[in-house]
Structures are given as C-alpha cells and as structure tokens.
Nanobody, 115 residues
Framework: QVQPVESGGGLVQAGASLRLSCAASGIRFFFDIVNWYRQAPGKQRELVATITGGSSTNYTDSVKGRFFISKDIGKNTVYLQMNSLKFEDTGVYYC?????????WGQGTQVTVSS
C-alpha cells in the first residue's frame, strides 16, 4: 500500500517560488511512476509533471522551464519545485503514485498565487 502525503503549499505573489513535497510511504522509486496533478476551481484535474522509475521527467507545456520534478530516494520524497509562479498556477496540487494499474492519491495541498 502506498500513501502519498503532500506539503509545501501556500499563498505567494506572482513571480515567487514554492517547493511541494510528496512523502510516500511504501513507494518503490525504481518502479513507480509519480505524478503531480493540479485542480483549479471549476476546472478538471490536470497532469502537471511526471517522474518515472528511471527518473525520466515530463511536463505539461504551461509549466515547462518553470517547474521541476525530482525525487530523493533516501527520504522517500518526490518534490515539485515551482518557479516564476503565475496566477493561473493556483489550485490544489495532488501527488499521485501509479503502480501496476493502480492509482494512489494524496489529500492535496493548496497553492494560491496572487497577481
């Protein structure tokens, strides 16, 4: 069983940076795919960033060059470094672990960017 727990959200001004953390007990870093999703008010949840077991990364176009996903195996944690934040980055950010067709979700952390 995998249990992701997000932290690091907050209220910031446009242009600032935040680092989100996903502490995931039970994660298998060399096998699992870890994703960060976000959901803005009134919108569907969207995939923001992905890191695979082999540490390949992928990003949605709107965050390329600003957001960076990484993992610290020793700390069982995946990070999302978010730079040059924009108002449209506002939303609840969720950590998702995908393993063998199963999805494991955290409770989410709120990111609010004031313009």
């Amino acid at each position: 069983q995998v249990q992701p727990v997000e932290s690091g959200g907050g209220l910031v001004q446009a242009g600032a940076s935040l680092r989100l953390s996903c502490a995931a007990s039970g994660i298998r870093f060399f096998f699992d795919i870890v994703n960060w999703y976000r959901q803005a008010p009134g919108k569907q949840r969207e995939l923001v960033a992905t890191i695979t077991g082999g540490s390949s990364t992928n990003y949605t176009d709107s965050v390329k060059g600003r957001f960076f996903i990484s993992k610290d195996i020793g700390k069982n944690t995946v990070y999302l470094q978010m730079n040059s934040l924009k108002f449209e980055d506002t939303g609840v950010y969720y950590c998702n672990v995908f393993r063998g067709g199963n999805n494991y979700w955290g409770q989410g952390t709120q990111v609010t960017v004031s313009s």
